[in-house]
């Protein structure tokens, strides 16, 4: 475990990309942060360093998206899920391929499904720390 401190989201995009080159694929990273403290921009990193052109934002009208990248790259929203223990439990199955490199934003909801899933290769944590200063720990 490390923490990084950055000052600018492109700082932030920056741990990204570093984090990026020690992932392969079949990892499932959780990213968990309040609400703008740079989750979505941390991804952005990590997927434009595994070779992601498109636009990475937050998915919004559905759970995830995969990206086309080196491999494919999973993007995880799940903010708007309650609580995925009322839902399928194979509804994260077809992003988290064994080919892929997946990234869950607000893995809460589906904290029962992912506790003790040996798929979850990373943890990482963003907090607001004042403006723009974040303190990621990974
Ligand atoms: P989340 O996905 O956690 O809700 P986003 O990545 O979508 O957050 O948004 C973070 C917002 O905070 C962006 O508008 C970004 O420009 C801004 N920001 C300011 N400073 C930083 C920083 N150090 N790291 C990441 N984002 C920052
Ligand atoms: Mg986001």
Known sequence: MR???TSSAAETEAVGERLAS???PGDVVLVSGELGAGKTTLIRGAARALGVR???????FTIGHVYRGRVPISHLD???LADLGQEDPALL???LTPDAI??????????ALLEGDD???????????GGDRREIEL
Do not use: C
């Open 22 to 24: 020690e992932l392969g």
């Open 54 to 60: 498109e636009p990475v934002t937050s998915p919004t």
């Open 93 to 95: 199955d077809d992003y």
């Open 3 to 5: 923490v990084e401190r």
């Open 78 to 80: 799940l903010y708007r």
């Open 102 to 111: 997946a990234f869950i934003e607000w893995p809460g909801a589906a904290q």
């Open 119 to 129: 798929r979850v290769s990373r943890r990482v944590k963003i907090r607001h720390a």
